[in-house]
């Protein structure tokens, strides 16, 4: 209701709903459920109820979400939560199912986490979004809500890929029943390391997510391959950079998927993803072969420079 009143209603409309005084809907019903009188919570119910039909009759939802620019956040993370809790929420003890200490360790992403990828991406309706280990799907469906965006998952494990599913058909129709539209959703159930649609979609993908908390080395060093088909300017974001410590290119190493990647490290805070209180570190990795050209042409002219004083 305070959802309804917040986001879809004129002031006028929505303060007969929100008002925090004696004269709102949403003050008295919580009165009537402290007193347990059904009577008056049935009464005050129906008040709701004829203020929403009557808005949905004479346009009143419509316009108000014809003229969102963009989608507040506070019910973008209602229309997830409402997704969530009618779907993975029934099952989640199934996500425990993994191998400890393995590259199938599960953990989530939170919205207040993605959001800030999705802004510092630059990430809009035009562009592609993809998660590399989607599990349920959470953050693909986020940014096919808050950005507009095409966007692609892909997960391995059995438990989190039927979960993912079952959660993109209430989405759907959650965003239905809310008169907002999203972007396209793709979700795979395969390794992404050797699914085609995955393998061509990577080719045009603006902003690339990749959990890599938990991964393997060898996993890892499987994944800068897969990155090499990315385009110029192309984004990666990790939790566990792909590009060592203090890396300089030189002849020896010339040929490392990692020349093509410039990485910056970036900070997430408290309760921004489910697998700790605490806050950490996340990459930014953006696909710039201009580092690598550099060098190369630095490196043709030392070797014209040594040919020549001989």
Known sequence: MEM????????????????ETSGGIVYRIRRSLKSSDATKFLEHLKAYNELVRESRRNTTFRKRIAGMTTIPFALVEHILQQSYARTVALEVEGLKDYQAFSSEVYGELLPKFTTKIFKEANLTSDKVFMDLGSGTGNVVLHAALECGCESWGCEKMDKPALLAERQRKEFIARCRMWGINHGAVYLRHDTFLENRSIAETLKRADVLLVNNFAFEPDLNQKLLDMFLDLKEGAQIFSLKPFVPANHVITTRNAENPVN???????????????????????????????????FMEKETREKKRRAQST
């Open 4 to 19: 309804v009143a917040d986001h879809l209603l004129p002031q006028p409309i929505a303060d007969k709903i929100h008002s």
């Open 260 to 294: 093509r990647l410039r990485m910056v490290e970036r900070e997430y805070f408290s309760r921004e993803v489910s697998w700790t209180d605490s806050g950490g570190k996340y990459y930014v990795h953006t696909v710039d072969t201009s580092m690598l050209r550099e």
